[in-house]
């Protein structure tokens, strides 16, 4: 959005500087992205004028000018067709910085000729016009003068970036009133009283078909018009911002939507065959849009039409059949408010960003329409003449925006940490048009579908109070509170997953559909308004996403490596339709080969080992574990696991299934992890793992093995294990698991280490017997198992 300093005066009040106006604007949101001076930009173009032009001696299309600066003569060498004796032109003097490429004007010899400056086109200054030749200026231009007075140009002008919430702020007017709640200056209010000069009939009736699509239409028709009339106010305005100058009309209609962020489309009354009505359009329907780019439409784009042809794609482009020329005398006004969903959705489908488009997408202020459409109509019949007719008002269904909310001021301090008075909270709202009436808060036509709640309100209010007013204080939290902390839990696990080798990406928070269902999702998260048809679903795993990063590195010849990242996934079975995870994927090797060891591969272990580290970074004993095959189908059923805290599903970590490797091409074989986050309790004595003790006593190893069945899982006999002495018994590890010649069928053998630390005293053997025979009669009742 940009906007002149002049422009902003018209409606703020104010002797603040530029660095205050910028400041202020950067303070609440609006950010500044570039303030030009042109004053400073065109200092150095002066009024000259041609004393002489003849032809270059060695060039067919070079001229020989005498130019008079005001101080001296000089020599020029122009390329311009229309450098001529007598013409006031625009010297750009030796030193000077053209605007269009920053190139330095140089005394230089062109085919041999001495050439002491440059006379400038309007498309060299960056200015809208001919870019062929050169400027040339009224006679009564004083020779010598600053062309920035002369031109106008020595004007500030602002370009400001607005976050997809703001279509308030899309407008001189909006900017004007958030930067008055600053106190940095008083809104000046618009006038609202308009006097229409006939109140005859208009000869264009509207009718309303897709009454979702199109909340109102406002038209009027004005007869007589003159669109040849140079409305200088508002021509040099938009060619400051670079909007250009196009006929009276279009100025109009853009100035004023920039004025008040209320797009508008002009028509040419005699090009309108019958009466208009807002429709879908036909599928395969051809429009010619303005440029003369023939479009096809579907089914599901909103369009303004006439019983022929489509006058206009409803909110972005109008067509090329309707438009108004220098030849228009009747015209029909239309002031509009369509769904900003129809609106984005049809203009990346057929990727055309105009100012319409950008401000339906971000809501309109419905409350100005007929307020505007008379301000238009004035602006029309002041530069260009005509006789308006009465208004055509037609509407469709209203969107349900909150309207009213529910405020206390105490919630301010509970939620920034200080208290706001009530006097300066009931200003900061009201200069930004809220209605305050005792415990609510009327939300104005302005900022309805942006502000819906309480938490809102207190942002309006801090962001206009200032952020940087807010006062410095401790924050005392205790240790459990820090560790429990999400976003301080994620960032100690990202930097642990770091160190063990894995890089951290970034993705689409959403995927393809198809490439989701082929994992086994359904039930998905569908979005309205895709940014393509490959990211149509919010994506219920981040592992699909982690795949294709694989696919795409292995396909350029990295073959070793392991990726992570830390985000949302998607269901309607989450809490809020979301929940916090981290997922990783290795694939190729973890050691290569060397003189000392054999390459080896990634393997179960390796993930099964990220998903412990995680584990223990959020305090969480992974010991605790219970593992299960109850896996999702995308993993390897027979190299996977589920890893529980009791009934809470805390991690799946495993190979990925083959088919599904296959369907993204990926030969290599790839492990992957999801940790659950949400479902990882908060730091208590009961599950935090315990601090580490060094004993001074010898420690006992003891080796055992038990048959049992073939089914029963490993991890029962650990858990029973490790149950038997908790204070003695330090570990527990697996170091063989065997079946066959010897082993009873459908039986197997497991071979365990347990280690025996005592704490306080060196164990008599008669004591390390006891634990040793407890062990034994525990895993045979408990498991079923004899001992091998």
């Known amino acids: ?248 009309l279009v100025d109009i209609s853009n100035y ?101 488009r950008y401000r339906f997408e971000r809501r309109v202020d419905a409350g100005i329409s007929e307020f505007f459409i008379n301000h238009l109509t004035e602006a029309v019949v002041t530069n260009c003449g005509g006789e308006a007719s009465n208004l055509v008002s037609v509407y469709g269904e209203q969107p349900e925006y909150i309207s009213e909310i529910k405020f206390s001021p105490t919630i301010i301090g509970k939620v920034a940490g200080f208290e706001i008075e009530q006097t300066k909270i009931n200003e900061i709202l009201q200069k930004l048009g809220f209605i305050i009436e005792e415990n609510k808060v009327k939300i104005p036509t302005h900022r309805r579908g942006d502000i819906t709640s309480e938490i809102d309100l207190v942002e309006e209010i801090l962001r206009v109070y200032g952020f940087e007013n807010i006062p410095s204080g401790e924050i005392l939290i205790k240790a459990t509170e820090l560790f429990n902390n999400a976003r301080e839990k994620e960032k100690r696990i990202s930097e642990r997953l770091r160190l063990r080798g894995l890089d951290e990406v970034i993705s689409w928070s959403f995927t393809d559909e198809q490439t989701v269902k082929n994992f086994g999702f359904d039930n998905l998260i569908m979005l309205e308004n895709p940014i393509s048809s490959e990211l149509s679903v919010m994506r219920p795993t981040i592992i699909p996403n982690l795949l294709g990063f694989i696919a795409k590195n292995l396909a350029r010849g990295f073959n070793n490596f392991g990726l992570f990242e830390r985000g949302h996934i998607f269901g309607k079975e989450f809490r809020d339709l979301q929940s916090a995870c981290i997922s990783g994927v290795r694939v190729g090797n973890m050691s290569d080969k060397t003189v000392h060891k054999e390459e080896r591969k990634a393997d179960f272990y390796d993930i099964k080992s990220d998903v412990f580290a995680i584990c223990s970074e959020a305090l969480l004993n992974p010991e605790n574990l219970s593992v299960t095959k109850n896996v999702p189908q995308y993993y390897h059923p027979y190299r996977s696991g589920a890893f529980k805290l009791g009934n809470k599903l805390i991690a799946f970590a495993g190979e990925i299934h083959p088919n599904i490797l296959k369907t993204l091409n990926i030969k290599e074989s790839v492990i992957g992890f999801e940790v659950f986050l949400e479902n990882i309790p908060k730091v208590n004595a009961k599950n935090a793992k315990s601090k580490l003790e060094l004993s001074a006593f010898q420690a006992v190893n003891r080796d055992f093995a038990f048959i049992v069945d073939e089914a029963l899982e490993a991890q029962s006999i650990l858990k029973v294990i490790r149950s038997v002495n908790k204070s003695l018994i330090e570990n527990v590890s697996i170091f063989d698991i065997y079946s066959g010649n010897g082993v009873e069928e459908g039986k197997k053998s497991i071979a365990l280490s347990i280690k025996i630390q005592p704490k306080d005293k060196t164990l008599f053997d008669k004591e390390i017997e006891e634990i040793c025979t407890s062990i034994i009669n525990e895993v045979s009742a408990k498991c079923g198992a004899k001992l091998r």
């Open 1 to 248: 959005m940009k906007f002149t300093l002049a422009w902003l005066k018209k409606y703020l009040k104010t002797e603040a500087s530029i660095t205050e106006i910028t400041h202020a604007l950067t303070n609440l949101g609006l950010e500044v992205e570039e303030v030009i001076d042109n004053a400073k930009a065109y200092q150095s173009f002066i009024v000259a004028e041609i004393e002489e032009a003849v032809k270059h001696p060695d060039a067919e299309k070079l001229k020989v000018c005498k130019v008079n600066n005001g101080n001296e003569t000089l020599q020029i060498v122009c390329g311009a067709p229309n450098a001529r004796a007598g013409l006031k032109v625009v010297l750009a003097p030796i030193g000077t910085k053209i605007p269009l490429n920053g190139m330095e004007i140089k005394a230089a010899k062109i085919r041999g000729v001495e050439s002491n400056g440059m006379l400038c086109s309007a498309e060299e200054l960056g200015l809208s016009g001919d870019g062929e030749g050169i400027i040339e200026l009224e006679g009564n231009a004083k020779i010598g003068q600053n062309f920035a007075e002369v031109a106008g140009l020595n004007e500030t002008i602002f370009h400001i970036g607005l976050t997809p919430n703001r279509g308030d702020a899309a407008s001189v007017y909006g900017i004007a009133r958030d930067l008055s709640a600053t106190s940095i200056g008083e809104l000046i209010t618009p006038k609202s009283n308009y006097s229409i000069k006939s109140r005859a009939e208009s000869k264009i009736k509207v009718t309303i078909e897709d009454r979702a699509g199109c909340y109102e239409f406002l038209g009027r028709y004005i007869g007589d018009v003159k669109n040849s009339v140079l409305a200088e106010n508002i021509t040099k305005t938009l060619e400051l911002i670079g909007s250009g100058s196009k006929t009276v």
């Open 256 to 356: 004023t939507m920039m004025e008040f962020g209320r797009p508008n489309h002009i028509y040419d009354a005699d090009k309108i065959e019958g009466d208009i009505v807002v429709r879908k359009a036909k599928s395969k329907e051809k429009f010619i849009a303005l440029g003369g780019e023939e479009l096809q439409l579907d089914e599901d784009m909103l369009v303004v039409a006439d019983s022929r042809k489509i006058l206009a794609v409803a909110g972005i482009i109008g067509g090329e059949l309707s438009k108004v020329d220098e030849n228009t005398k009747n015209i029909f006004l239309e002031v509009a408010n369509f769904n900003p969903l129809d609106i984005a959705r049809t203009g990346r489908k057929l990727n055309i960003n105009t100012d319409a």
